[in-house]
């Protein structure tokens, strides 16, 4: 098990920024991801990272958000800026131990671990 604990979320306006964070309890050393799933909609890949920091984003939100990871803490994080109403979800880390192919980077069944989630709300 890979237990992950995602925290940072919150309320904003539009325009504002937040910071996501999710510590795994171990190091994964392959892959992890930001997936988002807002009511009645299905969940959505919103950027992955591989363990040498190849990036991949959603085009939905390239150029305002940035996936980063720090090894040492293991901990993975999304910085999110120029929020949108749109962007209203809740956020879910993922990680995975398994070779992704680069085109499957943001497909939820790609990914076998899970955390909780945690809300963001954009308000306009």
């Known amino acids: 098990q890979v237990p992950l604990v995602e925290s940072g979320g919150g309320s904003v306006q539009a325009g504002g920024s937040l910071r996501l964070s999710c510590v795994a309890s171990?190091?994964?050393?392959?892959?992890m991801a930001w997936f988002r799933q807002a009511p009645g909609k299905d969940r959505e890949g919103v950027a992955a990272?591989?363990?040498?920091?190849?990036?991949r984003y959603s085009d939905s939100v390239k150029g305002r958000f940035t996936i980063s990871q720090d090894n040492a803490k293991n901990t993975l994080y999304l910085q999110m800026n120029s929020l949108k109403p749109e962007d209203t979800a809740m956020y879910y880390c993922?990680?995975?131990?398994?070779?992704?192919?680069?085109?499957?980077?943001?497909?939820?069944?790609?990914?076998?671990?899970w955390g909780q989630g945690t809300q963001v709300t954009v308000s306009s």
């Open positions: 171990s190091y994964t050393d392959s892959y």
């Open positions: 993922a990680a995975s131990r398994r070779l992704i192919s680069w085109w499957a980077f943001l497909l939820p069944n790609s990914y076998t671990y």
């Open positions: 990272i591989t363990g040498d920091g190849s990036t």
